[in-house]
């Protein structure tokens, strides 16, 4: 464990649909070093929002273990699951995910009150988010006034605001055109990169899987790495 930051030993997770039971997971393994960079790759349905669920303590797999920097989520209450995402977890999601109710600055802010932070001090750092991601003049704002590539920059600095172990990025790009997408996975990935952070990103953009340092298959509910020039 101590090279391993994640660890996905022997998790299998189904679902049940109607009378049917949809296995997507199936004793599925995975070892991530720190501050790697890795892209999740497969079919729609195969299972990559169901990984990055189970990576983040938002679902429980059925069996097996799930660990993040040393701790097994798998073993963890939904209390504190809950407790340890909002802590050590940073989500990036296709659709955004933004409160329209709140202006940008409360976005961002969001994380950090509800792990506890003073409002001073959560809404001072999500400024410091903002200017990194080029919105520093946008903080009034509601995300409603912003382009999809605003929204996004707004999503990924509410998603580092309060310094997480661990980012996941479901379909970062999809709701974005070629060239706003292009700048999102730069921001993206110096953000995490020069921070050491690791960054977990499913993704259908096989532009966007080579930029990481691995590529990983989910086929038939297991995980399989392939040489990025394979």
Not at 150 to 169: F, W
Request: glycine content about 10%.
């Amino acid at each position: 464990m101590a090279s391993s930051f994640v660890k996905v030993e022997n998790v299998s997770k189904t679902y049940s649909e109607g009378e049917q039971q949809h296995a997507v997971l199936r004793n599925a393994n995975l070892e991530i070093g720190r501050g790697e960079l890795v892209a999740l790759l497969g079919a729609s349905g195969s299972g990559k929002s169901t990984l990055l669920n189970l990576l983040s303590g938002i679902d429980r797999a059925d069996s097996g273990a799930i660990w993040v920097d040393g701790q097994n989520l798998i073993a963890m209450s939904e209390a504190e699951r809950t407790l340890f995402r909002r802590k050590h977890i940073g989500f990036v999601f296709q659709f955004f995910n933004l409160l329209p109710t709140l202006t940008v600055n409360e976005n961002v802010s969001l994380p950090l009150e509800l792990a506890g932070a003073k409002l001073k001090v959560a809404t001072g750092k999500a400024a410091e988010l903002l200017d990194l991601v080029g919105l520093e003049n946008r903080g009034d704002s509601y995300s409603d006034r912003l382009s999809g590539g605003e929204q996004q920059r707004v999503a990924i600095a509410r998603a580092l605001v309060h310094d997480p172990l661990l980012v996941l990025a479901d379909e970062p790009t999809g709701n974005l055109d070629e060239d706003t997408g292009n700048q999102i996975m730069d921001l993206l990935e110096k953000l995490t990169r020069n921070a050491g952070k690791n960054l977990i990103m499913a993704t259908h953009n096989s532009l966007n899987a080579q930029r990481a340092d691995r590529i990983v298959y989910l086929r038939d509910g297991k995980l399989v790495e392939k040489a990025k020039n394979g």
